[in-house]
């Protein structure tokens, strides 16, 4: 996989995915959702977030509710990985299954801080923050999520094995 570099964006402990994308906007399209992305924490977030940015967080990223919404309003953000020390079981597999990579990364929320540049590699599973030169180990992705990720999420997978199907 490729490296990923971007600015990060830091949020706390226990981001839930009300707070992510609050439950009024799931009726909205996504390009308007993601106007009140993480809002309630970070009014500044929606209005400068660029494709390319990260998000650091805490412990149980993405705790609450098991909306899908809270991933692809990151994604159509324009957020290319969320590196945390901890996320919410649901969320992870959200992410993985709708090819936004999540890292877990212990120290990671000490280690940086708003507006520092971000470096993941994930084959090495190293994060580094390239503002102060520090280098942090993380957990180590296993093939079959790098594989989905690699693909786009579990989606274009499934497409391509019905191709497959139909084609035989």
């Known amino acids: 996989m ?12 226990n981001i839930n995915t009300d707070v992510i994308i609050p439950g009024r906007y799931m009726n909205t399209p996504l390009e308007e ?12 977030f929606p209005l400068e977030v660029k494709k390319g940015d990260v998000i650091v967080g805490g412990e149980d990223f993405g705790c609450g509710s098991s909306r899908e919404e809270a991933v692809s309003v990151l994604k159509a953000s324009g957020i290319t990985a969320v590196i945390c020390e901890s996320f919410a079981r649901i969320f992870f597999r959200n992410a993985i299954s709708t090819g936004l990579p999540v890292i877990l990364c212990p120290g990671v929320s000490e280690a940086f801080k708003e507006n520092d540049t971000l470096r993941l590699d ?10 102060l030169g520090r280098v942090l180990s993380c957990e180590q992705v296993s093939g079959e999520i790098k594989e989905i990720l690699s693909r786009g999420g579990i989606i274009p997978i499934l497409r391509d094995f019905a191709r497959e199907q139909s084609s035989r």
């Not at 990923?4 to 402990?13: A, H, L, P």
């Not at 959702?33 to 500044?44: D, F, G, Y």
């Open 122 to 131: 994930l084959d090495a599973a190293i994060v580094t923050n390239v503002t």
């Open 33 to 44: 959702m993601k106007t009140h992305a993480l809002e309630m924490v970070n009014p500044q």
């Open 2 to 13: 490729d490296v990923i570099e971007g600015r990060v964006w830091k949020f706390d402990d």
